[in-house]
């Protein structure tokens, strides 16, 4: 099965810096690649998602890319904020079954 | 358009009693995933169902746990005789009728399972 391993596990940034995550996944066969954010307590929201048909994707201060080849993908936040602070999750599909990294908690200090 | 819903949203168990978690999907979706998460932990596939089919269980346990996706109603996860170890938060997703290999799943707010 799909094995998505994510770096680093916690995170701590200075309001207005940069937030860089990083996943590798196992399965060539994987072709959807969705990261969610999930605040405590809380349903893990979809916020940004890539197929593998493309390298590079944006969304206002999120970006997301995947290397194919090397079978990673990283996620970009860029002038963090405060409410960034959340876990992050990683996650590939292989046949519809999601497979998640163990997420990373990411901390914005102000 | 409501979202995925679940409830109920907090259930308290005994060991040995048995819980019922309900998901109904979102509207217009007709595939329904159930995934575990333990404690700091990411989530784990459990089971993926459509309108009366179980597609895949792989990640169920063999005892104790089973799903339905009736023609009628919502999604029913059912844990039978709990122990401590099934305390976790169960997340439900839907996605549409398309091909679901590549399409977003959309997750309920969970339920948060404490066995006593």
């Known amino acids: 099965g799909e094995n998505v391993e994510q770096h680093p596990s916690t995170l701590s940034v200075q309001e207005g810096d940069s937030a860089v995550i990083k996943c590798t996944y196992s399965d060539s066969a994987s072709n959807y690649f969705p990261w969610y954010k999930q605040e405590l307590g809380k349903r893990p929201q979809l916020i940004i998602d890539?197929?593998?048909?493309?390298g590079e994707k944006k969304d206002q201060r999120i970006a997301v890319t995947l290397n194919k080849t090397a079978k990673h993908f990283s996620l970009h936040i860029t002038e963090t904020q405060p409410e960034d602070s959340a876990v992050y999750f990683c996650?590939?599909?292989?046949?519809?079954?999601?497979?998640f990294g163990a997420g990373t908690t990411v901390t914005v200090r102000a | 358009n409501a979202g995925v819903m679940q409830n109920p949203r907090h259930l308290v168990r005994r060991r040995g009693q048995e819980a019922r978690l309900r998901c109904s999907p979102m509207k217009g979706h007709s595939h329904v995933y159930w995934y575990r998460q333990l404690p700091e932990e990411g989530l784990k596939f459990m089971v993926y169902?459509?309108?009366?089919?179980?597609?895949?269980e792989s990640g169920m346990p063999k005892e104790r746990f089973s799903a339905e996706f009736p023609k009628e109603g919502p999604s029913i996860l059912r844990i039978q005789q709990v122990v401590r170890g099934d305390s976790a938060a169960y997340f439900c997703?839907?996605?549409?009728?398309?091909?679901?290999?590549?399409?977003?799943?959309?997750f309920g707010p969970g339920t948060r399972l404490t066995v006593l």
């Open positions: 169902l459509q309108k009366e089919n179980i597609i895949d």
């Open positions: 997703a839907s996605s549409p009728p398309a091909a679901a290999s590549t399409d977003t799943q959309y």
């Open positions: 890539i197929r593998s048909n493309v």
């Open positions: 996650a590939a599909i292989n046949d519809y079954k999601l497979s």
